[in-house]
T-cell receptor
Framework: QKEVEQDPGPLSVPEGAIVSLNCTYS??????FMWYRQYSRKGPELLMY????GNKEDGRFTAQVDKSSKYISLFIRDSQPSDSATYLC????????????FGQGTTLQVKP | DSGVTQTPKHLITATGQRVTLRCSPR?????VYWYQQSLDQGLQFLIQ???????AKGNILERFSAQQFPDLHSELNLSSLELGDSALYFC??????????????FGNGTRLTVT
């Protein structure tokens, strides 16, 4: 079993839709959770960073963490064609290093 | 712009050859991480350096090696290249050694093609 599981999609939605992206993880010791966005031929760009269970909002983006279910989500409201990208969840593994464990990434296309 | 600089952007080489990828971290960041991204494996952690010393190792092949220099830039050396080494190689940096409360910032990668 992979430490972080993410449905690769692809996911196609019309402009203005609410998008829900999800990941599950296996180790209850994981504490820090991130979402990165990656455009084609670019490096991953940090979108959201959360520590505790609950919701964190930033503009049209909301990150949600449910530690009891080991489940993290990213919601995008009023999706735009410019949101078309691959979204990667990332989790800081346990231990005293800064390395992140990434999900496979979900490819999102927002159609005008 | 993340502030992490990687060179070269593209590299095409033949099997059996050796290449060096270069990374300059964000100003003030002491930790450098190398990741490999391929279509079937996603982003895989290779190795981390902190202030010149190896900090953590992931799924890095013995044919690959890395180092971090006193000016904090890092190089990833790939030798005896095989077709399967074709991938995107990303460098990331963070200001501190290990705590998870410091997200990584990525460069735009080096695309390696082995023919």
């Amino acid at each position: 079993q992979k430490e972080v599981e993410q449905d690769p999609g692809p996911l196609s939605v019309p402009e203005g839709a609410i998008v829900s992206l999800n990941c599950t993880y296996s180790n209850s010791a994981f504490q820090y959770f991130m979402w990165y966005r990656q455009y084609s031929r670019k490096g991953p760009e940090l979108l959201m960073y959360t520590y505790s269970s609950g919701n964190k909002e930033d503009g049209r983006f909301t990150a949600q963490v449910d530690k009891s279910s080991k489940y993290i989500s990213l919601f995008i409201r009023d999706s735009q064609p410019s949101d078309s990208a691959t979204y990667l969840c990332a989790i800081h593994g346990s231990g005293n290093t800064g390395k992140l464990i990434f999900g496979q990434g979900t490819t999102l296309q927002v159609k005008p | 712009d993340s502030g992490v600089t990687q060179t070269p952007k593209h590299l095409i080489t033949a099997t059996g050859q050796r290449v060096t990828l270069r990374c300059s971290p964000r100003s003030g960041d002491l930790s450098v991480y190398w990741y490999q991204q391929s279509l079937d494996q996603g982003l895989q952690f290779l190795i981390q350096y902190y202030n010149g010393e190896e900090r953590a190792k992931g799924n890095i092949l013995e044919r690959f090696s890395a180092q971090q220099f006193p000016d904090l830039h890092s190089e990833l050396n790939l030798s005896s290249l095989e077709l399967g080494d074709s991938a995107l190689y990303f460098c990331a940096s963070s200001p501190i050694r290990g705590a998870g409360n410091s997200p990584l910032h990525f460069g735009n990668g080096t695309r390696l093609t082995v023919t």
